[in-house]
Nanobody
């Protein structure tokens, strides 16, 4: 089992940057594929980005491709979501998720993840 804690959210202006972090408990972090999702008020939770067990495998939603970068540091049990050129439509609660996986798998469906953090609010003001 793994516990996830997100941090780094806040209030920023359009065009600004933020880096979200997701710290995981446990000694088997490198056995988990990780993902970020977001949920805006009145909307369903949507996929943002995912990373496999190794740092070379990443996928992104079209809406964030080229602006967001997902990375992980297995030595620190942490994944990072670097968000640049933020837009007002990026405003949401951002959630980190984990799923024990094979070496190369990545997942972009909410239902595929077993563990979730509590979320961190990102507000982009125009």
């Amino acid at each position: 089992q793994v516990q996830l804690v997100e941090s780094g959210g806040g209030l920023v202006q359009v065009g600004d940057s933020l880096r979200l972090s997701c710290a995981a408990s446990g000694r088997t972090f490198n056995m988990y594929a990780m993902g970020w999702f977001r949920q805006a008020p009145g909307k369903e939770r949507e996929f943002v980005a995912a990373i496999g067990r190794t740092t070379s495998n990443t996928i992104y939603a079209d809406s964030v491709k080229g602006r967001f970068t997902l990375s992980r540091d297995n030595a620190k049990n942490t994944v990072y979501l670097q968000m640049n050129s933020l837009k007002s439509e990026d405003t949401a609660v951002y959630y980190c998720a984990a799923r024990r996986s094979g070496f190369t798998e990545m997942y972009y469906n909410v239902r595929q993840y077993d563990y979730w953090g509590q979320g961190t609010q990102v507000t982009v003001s125009s």
